[in-house]
């Protein structure tokens, strides 16, 4: 089983400020490495697949990237709205099960 | 627009099924993709349940496997979930989510708003 391992636990930052969400890997997960947003009292959103592909309607303020088994969630310059939980997950090529990491909370400083 | 919309009972007894049921509008279930349950324990984190096609085809989690049955009614335009033997462990907001599609593999990309289900006697 892969684990999925976030850094930090919480990131608390200002806005217009840029913000770095690492993600790391057990094992090789073939770049099928999603990123998640996740506020208050709302399901996730996805926001990039296949470690740096920004899905639809996504701003270009956020960017997927990937090093070996280092994935990395980058927002350039931080919108009020940003601050949330963000989640990596990770999925086999078949059967496509997959698991999630324990988040990271990104906050107000 | 593709939406989802779970329901189902919100509170389940200790030992007894949870069931709860999928509604997907604005796409047919029929037309090539997975669709998966997810559940996030209060204060905690996101956990794949499990995933079914069209055909009838499953996979679930490992670590539930033994508990969940994934059914699909493509009549209705609808599937559902059943979890059996239920402890507290179960309490959680429950998500349905349109999944991978059957020719790629990608991330689940809509979701329903998620439905609070309360494991207690």
């Known amino acids: 089983e892969i684990v999925l391992t976030q850094s930090p636990a919480t990131l608390s930052l200002s806005p217009g400020e840029r913000a770095t969400l690492s993600c790391r890997a057990s094992?090789?997960?073939?770049?099928?490495l999603a990123w998640y947003q996740q506020k208050p009292g709302q399901a996730p959103r996805l926001l990039i697949y296949?470690?740096?592909k920004r899905a639809t309607g996504i701003p270009a303020r956020f960017s997927g990237s990937e090093s070996g088994t280092d994935f990395t969630l980058t927002i350039s310059s931080l919108e009020p709205e940003d601050f949330a939980v963000y989640y990596c997950q990770q999925r086999s090529n078949w059967p496509p099960e997959y698991t999630f990491g324990q988040g990271t909370k990104l906050e107000i400083k | 627009q593709v939406q989802l919309q779970e329901s189902g009972p919100g509170l389940v007894k200790p030992s007894e099924t949870l069931s709860l049921t999928c509604t997907v509008s604005?796409?047919?279930?029929?037309?090539?993709?997975?669709w998966g349950w997810i559940r996030q324990p209060p204060g905690k984190g996101l956990e794949w349940i499990g995933s079914i096609y069209h055909s009838g085809g499953t996979y679930s989690n490992p670590s539930l496997k033994s508990r969940v049955t994934i059914s699909i009614d493509t009549s209705k335009n609808q599937f559902s979930l059943k979890l059996s033997s239920v402890t507290a462990a179960d309490t959680a907001v429950y998500y349905c989510?349109?999944?991978?599609?059957?020719?790629?593999?990608?991330?689940?990309?809509?979701w329903g708003k998620g439905t609070t289900v309360t494991v207690s006697s």
């Open positions: 094992q090789s997960v073939i770049s099928y």
């Open positions: 296949d470690a740096s």
């Open positions: 989510a349109r999944d991978t599609p059957n020719t790629v593999i990608r991330p689940a990309d809509v």
């Open positions: 604005g796409y047919s279930i029929s037309s090539g993709y997975y």
